[in-house]
């Protein structure tokens, strides 16, 4: 863990040698995410609200998922860009050295720029709680940090899924983005909304929905059971294939030449 | 056993073909071809501990690949490969402890901050204790002469600086083996100076084994006693440096200086020309000696100087390629 935080603080002087670039990228981060969050206010003004979600609500779910992908954007980006390790060939390098290999790719980038869309997703987070009269007790509190607790983790080992297929082909990399950006366009909206398969399949195969559905119902008082409440945890879970995938794709790693 | 013990290690990789063109691109992209490369082909050797083998061959002949088996790095088809008691890439977090590796091409080194910051990061990757790592890493900076540039960001230094602090950074945990892949790439004069010195001091004073790949025969005939020849994917020549450039050392060059004239028939002089000062000859040993030929001169002419030179080594490399075909 050591390692982990003393690469994150050399990246950060890294990125910090382009002071610039750095300030520049990190507003521009800002602005164009503001647009992601206009467009849903765009969107309720014209209904009132979506099967049952007002807009608050909407925004909330929104806002986790935000902070997910972004926390993972920023911490585990050596994993989104996972691609460019092998291609460039500094995987070698990892396999070189005496520690585990996810660590490795952890520790290998990060992008503070994105810290930005981290801040904003709570700001978001904030203005919508304080707007939905939320009965606030204890239970509730430990539902909302475990849901943003497990949209790290959903992500985390999305990312690993997708840094998995690299090592079986570094072409058609879109195909992976279905699973990250397109996975993460429809979770930010209660999964509810959907049609019955999609909510299977966010349930069963990729499983949003324990991090931003079933909780959210608890949080927002329309279930009572506290497995809704505690149901993000199941998440975990997920990530064991996850891990499992990714040292099987190890074994087949073929390097590039040089 | 030897301490590394390499057997009949294979590995094939399978490599998208594809022609050239928009329309070529247009169709792989829908359909692909696939052939099947052999990278190395039942590859064996042993080498023993403290030896300095030179790894040569032309590009492509699977230098880096066999370098990536033994590092740990790729895992062969089949075959087997025990380095100080231990498969590298089973054992590898236990292995990799022990070898250090220099890729010429690719950096170690963090680009926007100074080498010593991940000099610093190593010795928490490689767990390596304070105290050794201070000894270990001052007396690097010493040899290498890196005081000046070590708190410099990387991606100012020039590439001969770059490439010392990069032999340094692999060296930080002592590793009893080095491998390096082509360390004087693209270097000046001075610089191959330094690395080659360096490298010769450490296999010295350490006992490190080291396996070097490199196209400067000037790195193996310094540094290396031994070399082993790969091509193809085959080892086409395992054993001294000498005895190699005995076998194709045929020709010798030799300059005489006089002011008579010369005239001289054998078999064994493949070229005569005058120059201003005398003669050059160039002459095949395999029909005439060296004392051969001074003796017919010698009762012709007064020779005032004479010079003899060996082949160029490249020149012996060059032939080797095309009599193995490679």
Same mark, same amino acid.
């Given at each position: 863990?050591?390692?982990?935080?003393?690469?994150?603080?050399?990246?950060?002087?890294?990125?910090?040698?382009?002071?610039?670039?750095?300030?520049?990228?990190?507003?521009?981060?800002?602005?164009?995410?503001?647009?992601?969050?206009?467009?849903?206010?765009?969107?309720?003004?014209?209904?009132?609200?979506?099967?049952?979600?007002?807009?608050?609500?909407?925004?909330?779910?929104?806002?986790?998922?935000?902070?997910?992908?972004?926390?993972?954007?920023?911490?585990?980006?050596?994993?989104?860009? $996972?691609?460019?390790?092998?291609?460039?060939?500094?995987?070698?390098?990892?396999?070189?050295?005496?520690?585990?290999?996810?660590?490795?790719?952890?520790?290998?980038?990060?992008?503070?720029?994105?810290?930005?869309?981290?801040?904003?997703?709570?700001?978001?987070?904030?203005?919508?709680?304080?707007?939905?009269?939320?009965?606030?007790?204890?239970?509730?509190?430990?539902?909302?940090?475990?849901?943003?607790?497990?949209?790290?983790?959903? $992500?985390?080992?999305?990312?690993?899924?997708?840094?998995?297929?690299?090592?079986?082909?570094?072409?058609?990399?879109?195909?992976?983005?279905?699973?990250?950006?397109?996975?993460?366009?429809?979770?930010?909206?209660?999964?509810?909304?959907?049609?019955?398969?999609?909510?299977?399949?966010?349930?069963?195969?990729?499983?949003?929905?324990?991090?931003?559905?079933?909780?959210?119902?608890?949080?927002?008082?329309?279930?009572?059971?506290?497995?809704?409440?505690?149901?993000?945890?199941?998440?975990?879970?997920?990530?064991?294939?996850?891990?499992?995938?990714?040292?099987?794709?190890?074994?087949?790693?073929?390097?590039?030449?040089? | 056993?030897?301490?590394?013990?390499?057997?009949?290690?294979?590995?094939?990789?399978?490599?998208?073909?594809?022609?050239?063109?928009?329309?070529?691109?247009?169709?792989?992209?829908?359909?692909? !071809?696939?052939?099947?490369?052999?990278?190395?082909?039942?590859?064996?050797?042993?080498?023993?501990?403290?030896?300095?083998?030179?790894?040569?061959?032309?590009?492509?002949?699977?230098?880096?690949?066999?370098?990536?088996?033994?590092?740990?790095?790729?895992?062969?088809?089949?075959?087997?490969?025990?380095?100080?008691?231990?498969?590298?890439?089973?054992?590898?977090?236990?292995?990799?402890?022990?070898?250090?590796?220099?890729?010429?091409?690719?950096?170690?080194?963090?680009?926007?901050?100074?080498?010593?910051?991940?000099?610093?990061?190593?010795?928490?990757?490689?767990?390596?204790?304070?105290?050794?790592?201070?000894?270990?890493?001052?007396?690097?900076?010493?040899?290498?002469?890196?005081?000046?540039?070590?708190?410099?960001?990387?991606?100012?230094?020039?590439?001969?600086?770059?490439?010392?602090?990069?032999?340094?950074?692999?060296?930080?945990?002592?590793?009893?083996?080095?491998?390096?892949?082509?360390?004087?790439?693209?270097? !000046?004069?001075?610089?191959?100076?330094?690395?080659?010195?360096?490298?010769?001091?450490?296999?010295?004073?350490?006992?490190?084994?080291?396996?070097?790949?490199?196209?400067?025969?000037? !790195?193996?005939?310094?540094?290396?006693?031994?070399?082993?020849?790969?091509?193809?994917?085959?080892?086409?020549?395992?054993?001294?440096?000498?005895?190699?450039?005995?076998?194709?050392?045929?020709?010798?060059?030799?300059?005489?200086?006089?002011?008579?004239?010369?005239?001289?028939?054998?078999?064994?002089?493949?070229?005569?020309?005058?120059?201003?000062?005398?003669?050059?000859?160039?002459?095949?040993?395999?029909?005439?000696?060296?004392?051969?030929?001074?003796?017919?001169?010698?009762?012709?002419?007064?020779?005032?100087?004479?010079?003899?030179?060996?082949?160029?080594? !490249?020149?012996?490399?060059?032939?080797?390629?095309?009599?193995?075909?490679?």
């Amino acid at each position: 863990m050591k390692i982990y935080f003393k690469s994150l603080a050399m990246h950060l002087k890294g990125e910090l040698e382009y002071r610039v670039d750095f300030i520049l990228s990190f507003l521009s981060q800002i602005l164009v995410f503001f647009t992601y969050y206009f467009i849903i206010i765009a969107l309720f003004t014209k209904f009132e609200h979506i099967k049952g979600f007002t807009l608050y609500e909407v925004l909330l779910c929104f806002s986790i998922i935000q902070f997910g992908f972004s926390f993972n954007e920023v911490f585990a980006r050596g994993i989104d860009k $996972f691609d460019d390790l092998i291609i460039q060939g500094n995987f070698d390098r990892l396999l070189l050295r005496p520690r585990n290999i996810i660590l490795q790719v952890l520790c290998s980038n990060s992008d503070f720029v994105k810290v930005s869309r981290l801040i904003q997703a709570l700001i978001i987070m904030f203005i919508a709680t304080i707007h939905l009269s939320i009965d606030w007790n204890i239970t509730r509190v430990i539902t909302l940090l475990l849901m943003l607790l497990s949209s790290c983790i959903i $992500f985390f080992g999305i990312f690993l899924m997708a840094a998995a297929y690299c090592f079986f082909t570094i072409q058609g990399l879109e195909v992976r983005n279905v699973f990250t950006d397109g996975g993460k366009h429809m979770a930010q909206y209660p999964i509810g909304v959907f049609q019955k398969g999609f909510v299977y399949f966010f349930t069963f195969v990729i499983p949003y929905a324990f991090v931003n559905y079933y909780p959210l119902l608890y949080f927002l008082g329309k279930k009572d059971s506290l497995f809704y409440a505690f149901s993000p945890l199941l998440v975990l879970l997920y990530l064991i294939p996850c891990i499992i995938i990714f040292y099987w794709g190890m074994k087949r790693y073929t390097s590039v030449g040089s | 056993m030897s301490f590394i013990e390499v057997k009949q290690i294979s590995k094939t990789f399978r490599v998208n073909k594809k022609k050239s063109g928009l329309k070529e691109s247009i169709k792989s992209f829908f359909k692909r !071809d696939f052939i099947d490369v052999k990278a190395v082909e039942d590859i064996s050797f042993s080498i023993e501990e403290g030896e300095i083998v030179g790894y040569i061959g032309p590009n492509g002949a699977g230098k880096s690949t066999t370098i990536k088996i033994l590092s740990g790095i790729l895992i062969p088809d089949s075959g087997e490969c025990v380095i100080d008691q231990m498969t590298p890439w089973k054992n590898r977090v236990k292995y990799v402890k022990k070898i250090g590796v220099v890729f010429g091409q690719r950096s170690q080194l963090w680009w926007d901050i100074p080498a010593e910051d991940t000099f610093d990061l190593l010795k928490d990757i490689y767990e390596i204790p304070e105290e050794e790592y201070q000894t270990t890493k001052e007396d690097l900076i010493y040899r290498l002469n890196l005081q000046d540039i070590i708190n410099i960001p990387v991606r100012q230094l020039s590439l001969g600086q770059r490439m010392r602090c990069e032999i340094a950074a692999s060296l930080l945990h002592n590793p009893k083996i080095l491998f390096l892949d082509e360390p004087t790439i693209g270097l !000046d004069a001075v610089s191959k100076q330094v690395v080659r010195d360096f490298i010769k001091k450490i296999n010295k004073e350490k006992k490190t084994t080291v396996i070097l790949t490199s196209h400067d025969m000037a !790195d193996i005939t310094s540094l290396a006693k031994r070399i082993i020849l790969i091509g193809k994917g085959h080892v086409l020549y395992d054993g001294s440096l000498k005895k190699l450039q005995n076998m194709y050392e045929t020709e010798k060059y030799v300059s005489i200086k006089t002011k008579d004239k010369l005239s001289i028939r054998n078999k064994g002089i493949k070229e005569k020309t005058k120059t201003k000062e005398g003669y050059d000859l160039i002459i095949d040993t395999r029909y005439i000696t060296i004392s051969e030929l001074l003796n017919i001169v010698s009762k012709k002419i007064t020779i005032d100087d004479i010079e003899i030179d060996h082949e160029n080594i !490249d020149n012996i490399i060059v032939k080797l390629y095309e009599d193995y075909k490679i």
